[in-house]
């Protein structure tokens, strides 16, 4: 297994990290209520999932306060 002869500038590592980005998060708009959110997961504000209801809304328009 090679390993390194001398020690990695600071600069070289900060340069060869700085091409590590991270990406936004992809988001599609619910076809029940057309809120955003996350593709394949249950949407959270209605709790539907490919035309079903699954899950009781975890954010709901009209909570209770």
């Known amino acids: 297994m090679a390993v390194p ?4 500038s600071r600069s070289n590592t900060r340069a060869r990290r700085s091409q ?3 990406t936004a ?3 599609t708009t ?3 209520c057309q809120s ?3 593709p394949h997961t249950a949407c959270p504000s209605c709790g539907a999932y490919a035309g079903r209801q699954y ?3 975890l954010r709901s328009e009209h909570e209770a306060r």
């Open 36 to 38: 955003a959110t996350k």
């Open 55 to 57: 899950v009781e809304a």
């Open 30 to 32: 619910c076809p029940r």
């Open 25 to 27: 998060t992809t988001l």
């Open 5 to 8: 002869k001398r020690k990695m």
């Open 20 to 22: 590590w980005k991270t």
